[in-house]
């Protein structure tokens, strides 16, 4: 798992954090001022990048929490049975299956240049690279 800790007073709307073991986009962060009795606390609301899950979160804005390091990568498509693909990696030459997201089902073919993010783990197909 590829993490950083930041702290949560820093998180603001498009960062990426960790909620619940599951890698997120932040769509909506509010923070509170300390008040009497308390310190300041900071919500999140995030949507996941694999399971378009939302995920809430309340804490203190002192608390660290983790951030995901995303890696952005080219592969092309050697093969695709159903709704899999396999890739090899432009750098490393390594092959292995992604899924096709169904917005992509028409535009990926054999041959095709597609970009992938290794999130937490996981291998995500994000999108076709554009021919230059």
Known sequence: MTTKVVGAGTLKEGSFVVIDGAACRVSDATHSKSGKHGSAKCRFVAIGLIDNRKREV???????????????????????????????????????????????????????????????????????????
């Open 58 to 132: 309340v804490m203190p804005c002192s608390d660290s929490v983790d951030v995901p390091i995303i890696e952005k990568k080219n592969a092309q498509v050697l093969s695709i049975t159903g709704n899999q693909a396999n890739v090899m990696d432009m750098e490393s030459f390594e092959t292995f299956n992604l899924e096709i997201p169904e917005e992509l089902k028409d535009s990926v073919k054999e041959g095709v240049q597609v970009i992938y993010w290794t999130i937490l783990n996981d291998k995500v197909m994000k999108s076709i690279r554009g021919s230059d």
